[in-house]
């Protein structure tokens, strides 16, 4: 039960599932915890469902709202989270989504799952690099998954409008989180929580483990005594080898310029 006193984190989609899970440990722990959610009806009912449940002191939450579907919001937060919290300990970037069944694309023009999943937090976490690097130990804990083993990055057409599958959809956003997680610019890892009962479940199997026992797995992540390498990737507690693509420097390279074309980041 490590003490996080000192540590100042910020966990996107903490409204629930994992995210909330991971927030309550963080804060119990400790650690100062900017909250994310999509709403800040979401965010403030997220705080006072763990003031009330968990009896965590509400100093410790910081609320933040910014919906993934819009990338001006996501600008907004980490304005807002540059502004407040210039020295930021940890990311996690958890919010995730289940690809819908028909094709949908967001007002910014991309793939709903690829822009929530990954684009928004690729934008994110570039923002956030003056944050996290102002001390060094800063890192980034990416929620990824087991299915990106599955995935390929459609790179001509990675909003998949000339063939959509929602599975597909989901496992490249999952994929491209993992390839992210081995840029040079902030130590960053991935790890896959297990097969556990949220709301992205019926992507996995018919039953899964609590949120509780997934958000174990980040938060060690987030423990500074536990020594990481930029880009690692762990399944549970467990290092492993990621999908092959997620260790290719050329990869990593063309996934950051796409990236930042998608976002509005291109020169």
Known sequence: MPDLSSRTVLVTGATSGIGLETARLLAE??????????????????????????????????????????????????????????HLDVLVNNAGMAAPERHTVTADGNEIAFQVNFLAHYLLTCLLEPALTSDPG???????????????????????????????????SQLALTVFAADPRVTAVSVHPGVCDTALLPLYALEGAEPAEGATHIVRLCDPAVEVVNGAYYDRAERVDPAPAAREERTVKRLNKLADLLVGRAA
């Open 29 to 86: 722990r400790g650690a100062t915890v900017l909250l994310h959610g999509r709403t800040a009806e979401e965010t403030r009912a997220a705080v006072d469902r763990l003031v009330a449940m968990s009896g965590i002191d509400e100093s410790r939450l910081r609320p933040c709202a910014a919906d993934f579907t819009r990338l001006e919001e996501v600008e907004a937060l980490a304005e807002h989270v540059v502004r407040e919290h210039p």
């Open 138 to 172: 800063g890192r980034v804990v990416n929620v990824s998954s087991t299915l990106h083993r599955t995935a390929s990055i459609q790179w001509a057409d990675p909003n998949r409008a000339r063939r959509y599958s929602r599975l597909a959809a989901y496992a490249q």
